[in-house]
């Protein structure tokens, strides 16, 4: 593991004050209402996809946005890791106890999750590798995945061929700045990492297709 190039400075943002904030964002911008109930119908989708798992590990839970979704099947049991403490404090504070006492709450690391192999079902993944930009950490975090879950991966990440992504790339380009735009990835580039890692991929969802950039994989352990 000492050769992997940690790029994970943007983690140290999520501190008690972040945590509020996103939190708040997510309720009340009408703009962020709507991503997030997109965004959960997309979750919704590829855990469908992968067989309606019986127990998921949400990694990183953040402020739990995909909690409630979670936890509409009654007998799943349900894990939540995420490495910054307050991120997940706020997830258990503004879910209610019947939702929040469902998870088992982990203070851990992706890149070296701390339990053993093959503990899970189903590890759902949304908006964590997309800020990480080194494709070898991004392959080492896919390992520690394939290691931990029995059968299926979800893994949200902003993947080009698409207007967004399009016209980010084009903005970027008109201010002088071309190939900035690290938190987009070629669909192609992130299939390989994908398989490289031993993780199969059987399904694709699309937040809007053609529109957004975001899109979760659904991904088998083989
Ligand atoms: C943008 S939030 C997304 C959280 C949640 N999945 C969602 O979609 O709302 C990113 C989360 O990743 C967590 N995070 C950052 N680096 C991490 C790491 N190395 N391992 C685990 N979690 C990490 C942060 O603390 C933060 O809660």
């Known amino acids: 593991m000492s050769e992997i190039k940690s790029d994970f400075t943007f983690s140290k943002k999520y501190d008690k004050e972040f945590s509020q904030r996103y939190a708040r964002s997510r309720k009340q911008k009408p703009s962020r209402r709507f991503a997030n109930f997109w965004e959960i119908q997309m979750a919704r989708k590829a855990l469908r996809l992968a067989g309606n798992p019986r127990s998921i590990l ?9 909690w ?3 936890a509409e099947e009654p007998t799943r049991e349900l894990m939540a890791g995420d490495s910054s403490l307050p991120m997940m404090e706020m997830a258990r504070a503004s879910h209610a106890e019947r939702i929040a006492d469902r998870f088992h709450c982990l203070h851990t690391d992706a890149l070296h999750i701390d339990l053993p192999s093959k503990v899970v079902d189903s590890i759902l993944c949304m908006r964590l590798m997309h800020h990480i930009h080194d494709p070898a950490t991004r392959l080492a975090i896919y ?4 290691r931990v879950s029995r059968c299926s991966v979800c893994v949200s ?4 061929g698409n207007f967004s992504a399009w016209r980010r790339a084009r903005r970027h380009t008109r201010k002088g700045k071309p190939g900035v ?19 199969r991929i059987i399904g694709k ?4 297709r053609y ?7 659904v991904l088998r352990v083989d």
């Open 181 to 199: 735009n690290r938190n987009v990835i070629a669909a192609a580039q992130a299939e390989q990492e994908l398989s490289a890692a031993g993780l």
């Open 68 to 70: 409630a979704m979670l």
């Open 143 to 146: 390992r520690e995945f394939a």
């Open 205 to 208: 969802v699309d937040l809007l």
């Open 157 to 160: 990440l902003r993947v080009d």
């Open 58 to 66: 949400d990694l990183p839970c953040g402020t739990g946005r995909f």
């Open 211 to 217: 529109y957004s950039m975001w899109r979760t994989y």
